[in-house]
């Protein structure tokens, strides 16, 4: 039974009886009633109190200065955008304009099809390789600005030459971002591994500026993006209270669950479910013994199904809806590189994994890595470390 059941389990009885009005017995009744209430405030507003202030920016006020006035302002965010790198920097972009500022999103590479929806990505500044253009736009909008927000991700080199150009930038830098272990290059961080999103930080961020009146629903639509993929639909171990509290706000401020669900989720090409098929079909493989399901996928492979950014995003979540499989991996060769992305169960940390080997991290169990290895060398690499996690894998946290 918690506290409060206890406490007031005899409550009914304490306030059956109603005292004569103006009598020393209504007075104590009144005082008991008074100290009744404080217990319950008291007992609501301690996790509240933890809730509101947990992730809090620590230098605020000084933040609150930066930003009272109209300001240059820049958005970068990581290579190859995903819904919550590109909507929290869209929804960020999106409650800064209506502050007055001036704002350019830029992103280190394109982004997948099925976020050109998002309200502002229009705008967005996307490097590419085959042109010259968004890089000039790109270094001049730096060079330029009073402030850089750096979003979803926590350290230059994820950003590739575009880390150069900020980390040279003489701008105020603000971090916001999610991911473990993070370089120290901002000013002001609004940095929480415990949040399951970049887009609830910046959430958190506009309530603690008092200025939640300002988001609208396309700021609110980005965000909802944004927490509902990192949370892998609401799925993911990193779901807590505060992730429905914060959707059920963006939910009040217009976010459209169903429509955003539709427009993220079911907007499949033919193309990526035959990919999808061949997957599952051919390249999936189970290690029983490590508890491990992966997938390897050649250039030719991607090539024969067409595959566009974003096209792989997903695949590797599939090994891990196996039952008892604790450790998915998938690997694929984008020709300059080859990709790995990695999820896991519980305690089985894939950043410890990626980071050690594959020039990579990011979450406890969702990381990123990389190999210049050919794509049968990183499996065999892949193959030969397992035993070393063979132990963890096969525990039960
Ligand atoms: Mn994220």
Known sequence: MDFLSFYFKNWPQKYQKKPESGSQNQYSADLIFISDLMIVYT????????????????????????????????????????????????????YLKKKGHHVTVITPSNYPEFLAWMPGHEEVIALSKTSKAPEKKAVTSIENADIVFCLDFSALSRI??????????????????????????????????????????????????????????????????????????????????????????????????????????????????????????QKLKVLPEYKTAYMTLTSDELKQFGSQTGDTEGLVNYGLSIKGIKLSVLMYDRKEEIKLSFRSLDDFSVNEMARKYFEGGGHKNASGGQSKLSLEETLNKFLSILPEFKEKLNSNS
């Open 43 to 94: 007992y609501f507003s301690i996790p509240s109190f933890i809730i509101i202030f947990a992730d809090s920016m620590k230098n605020l006020s000084a933040f609150k200065a930066l930003i009272s006035q109209p300001q240059k302002v820049v958005i970068v965010t990581h290579f190859k955008p995903d819904a919550d790198a590109l909507g929290s920097s869209l929804g960020l972009a999106g």
């Open 160 to 281: 590739n030459e575009l880390g150069d150009w900020v980390g040279k930038s003489s701008a105020t830098k603000v971090l916001i971002d999610h991911h473990l272990d993070p370089e120290k290059f901002a000013e002001f961080e609004q940095w929480d591994t415990t949040a399951a999103s970049t887009a609830g930080l910046v959430f958190d961020l506009i309530g603690e500026l008092g200025d939640k009146n300002f988001i609208d629903a396309n700021i609110a639509n980005c965000l909802y993006a944004g927490l509902m993929t990192d949370t892998g639909g609401f799925r993911h171990g990193n779901t807590t209270q505060k992730e429905f509290l914060t959707a059920s706000e963006l939910v009040g401020y217009g976010a459209n669950p169903s429509v955003i669900s539709k427009l993220i989720y079911d907007t499949n090409s033919i193309e990526r479910l035959r990919l999808l098929g061949f997957v599952l079909s």
